[in-house]
């Protein structure tokens, strides 16, 4: 039997699998080029592409190409899900996006818009809590100025004027705006918001270190800092979201920001 390639090895365990129970589902195949509809796995086999479904469709793999650093060139659909197949780009980039963020964000999930990735990482928090048997934990906690898509469900945690909130009153879910821990004083009324809806927070979500779309609104990494032990204190998720053109490159807020105040997920538009 043909042992499976290094990368798909070293890249496996830093993927999230799509639509699959990480403790049950069955490893994807590797997968090293493609030709015409034919797929070529790593063991020797070919597939027949004959699906033609956006989750199962590879880039055209092209081995003999690669980019400036030594990453696997692809060309077609550049990203695409991993579930039943996986490949060199997506395994390795999330490999390498690991690595550069650090401090315990050991997995990527491949989505196709900042607003997603952010919808991504709140669904995440919300089934966080179902699975432990609690219910009702669906709101988040997030600040004035801030940006985190422009869907409806990534538009009701972003500023409520810049949000434009009340003109789709009704459309949107309803979280707790507030704002950032900018002192103690703020710190102390964060503690007092998160306490009066305990049961119903699943989550905190900050731009780290600068709200883009509100105005390049910068703060110190105290705040940060602050946000961890507030969502220390009431066990709740920390999500630090990058989802405008502005934001810092991953790795930069991690670093930047320091073991103290270390998101649960963060979620990002681009690398």
Same mark, same amino acid.
């Given at each position: ?6 990368? %798909? ?9 799509? $639509? ?29 592409? +004959?699906?033609? =479904? ?51 964000? +050991?997995?990527? %999930?491949?989505?196709?818009? +900042? ?27 997030? %600040?004035?100025?801030? $940006? ?25 879910? =309803? ?36 709200? +883009? ?6 703060? =110190? ?51």
């Amino acid at each position: 039997m043909t042992a499976d390639p290094d990368w %798909f090895t070293e890249g496996l365990p830093h993927v999230w699998l799509p $639509y699959a129970q990480m403790k049950t589902a069955l490893a994807p195949l590797a997968a090293v080029r493609t030709h015409g509809a034919r797929i070529v796995l790593a063991d020797g086999r070919e597939l027949i592409d +004959g699906g033609g =479904e956006l989750v199962d469709r590879l880039p055209r793999l092209q081995p003999s190409a690669h980019r400036r650093g030594g990453a696997p060139a692809a060309g077609g659909h550049a990203a695409c899900h991993v579930r039943r197949l996986a490949h060199e780009p997506a395994l390795t980039l999330a490999r390498r996006l690991c690595a550069l963020l650090g401090n315990g964000l +050991g997995r990527v %999930f491949f989505s196709d818009s +900042g607003s997603v990735a952010v919808e991504v990482a709140m669904k995440m928090a919300v089934q966080f809590w179902l699975n432990q048997g609690v219910r009702g934990r669906t709101k988040f906690v997030a %600040f004035r100025g801030g $940006y985190h898509g422009d869907t409806l469900a990534t538009m009701a945690v972003c500023d409520p004027d810049e949000g434009m909130h009340s003109l789709f009153a009704g459309a949107l879910a =309803e979280h707790l705006i507030v704002d950032l821990p900018r002192d103690e004083a703020g710190a102390a009324a964060l503690d007092a918001v998160l306490a009066r809806h305990a049961g119903e927070v699943a989550g905190i979500l900050v731009e780290p270190l600068v709200q +883009g779309a509100g105005g390049m609104i910068f703060h =110190e990494p105290q705040v940060l800092a602050r946000l961890r032990a507030a969502a220390d204190r009431h066990g709740l998720l920390l999500i630090s979201t990058r989802s405008s053109p502005v934001s810092a490159a991953p790795g930069r807020c991690s670093r930047t920001s320091g073991p103290g105040s270390r998101p649960t997920s963060s979620p990002s538009a681009r690398p």
